[in-house]
């Protein structure tokens, strides 16, 4: 399973880049407003807004070299169809992000059959999957979270996209998102997600174990004593 950071703040990428294991971002307009509100900057238009939004997003995609969702926020398809090439003129790298809407599909299907990639989020249901891989998505990204938030099991629905998916040679990439905790990681993992796309806390926690700690303190200060030893 590939690994996704799941934030629009540039540090945080930076950080988890330089370790070597990751392979893409998914950004959405909350985490881009947090983003850029986090930062303090003031903007005197709406339009300043935005393309500060695109600015990040071609930063992080020169950063990664790797795919880097960002979301159109156009709710009509011809909206979302030319929001989605501008996004993706950006860079090769940039993934375009629909809502699994009527327009959502209409524009995917659109998208899809100039070469744009298009990742299907806000999915709920296999159902929103299948059409989501039917329009033409390159990636579709059921939120974890928050179908656990409802009382239902977000990793059962992966394992059930999943099984569709196989069974049907659909070749779409399953990005497991809404992710709250690293055991949801290991969730999606065993339950065949392509991709995980983990917020910045959670990836710091996926590398956190205290018997790692324990066990570099005694190597050293077994090295320490054999030393004075000598
Ligand atoms: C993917 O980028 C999703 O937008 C994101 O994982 C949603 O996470 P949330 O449910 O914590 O907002």
């Known amino acids: 399973m590939k690994l996704y950071l799941d934030t629009a703040n540039v540090q945080e990428i930076r950080e988890i880049h330089a370790m070597g294991v990751l392979s893409g971002v998914t950004t959405n307009p909350s985490l881009v407003a947090k983003a850029l509100t986090q930062a303090g900057e003031r903007f005197e238009s709406e339009a300043a807004f935005y393309e500060r939004f695109t600015g990040v997003v071609r930063e992080i995609a020169e950063l990664v070299q790797a795919p880097v969702s960002a979301e159109?926020?156009?709710?009509?398809?011809?909206?979302?169809?030319?929001?989605?090439?501008k996004l993706a003129a950006l860079?090769?790298?940039?993934?375009i992000k629909l809502p699994v809407t009527a327009a959502g599909l209409a524009a995917c299907r659109r998208l899809a059959d100039e070469g744009v990639a298009v990742n299907m989020t806000?999915?709920?249901s296999a159902n929103q999957a299948l059409l989501a891989a039917?329009?033409?998505?390159?990636?579709?990204s059921p939120f974890l979270g928050r179908i656990d938030d409802t009382g239902w099991s977000g990793v059962e629905l992966v394992r059930t996209i999943r099984e569709i998916y196989d069974l049907h040679g659909i070749e779409a990439e399953i990005i497991a998102?809404?992710?709250?905790?690293?055991?949801h990681v290991t969730e999606a993992a065993l339950a065949g997600a392509d991709i995980a796309t983990i917020p910045y806390g959670v990836f710091k926690a996926l590398?956190?174990?205290?018997?790692?700690?324990?066990?570099?303190?005694r190597f050293l200060s077994d090295w320490e004593k054999a030393k004075q030893e000598l």
């Open 72 to 85: 159109a926020l156009s709710t009509d398809a011809d909206g979302m169809v030319a929001e989605g090439k």
């Open 122 to 124: 806000l999915i709920f």
């Open 207 to 217: 590398l956190k174990h205290p018997l790692t700690d324990i066990g570099i303190e």
């Open 91 to 95: 860079s090769e790298h940039v993934v």
């Open 134 to 140: 039917r329009a033409g998505a390159r990636y579709v």
């Open 177 to 183: 998102a809404s992710i709250r905790h690293p055991q």
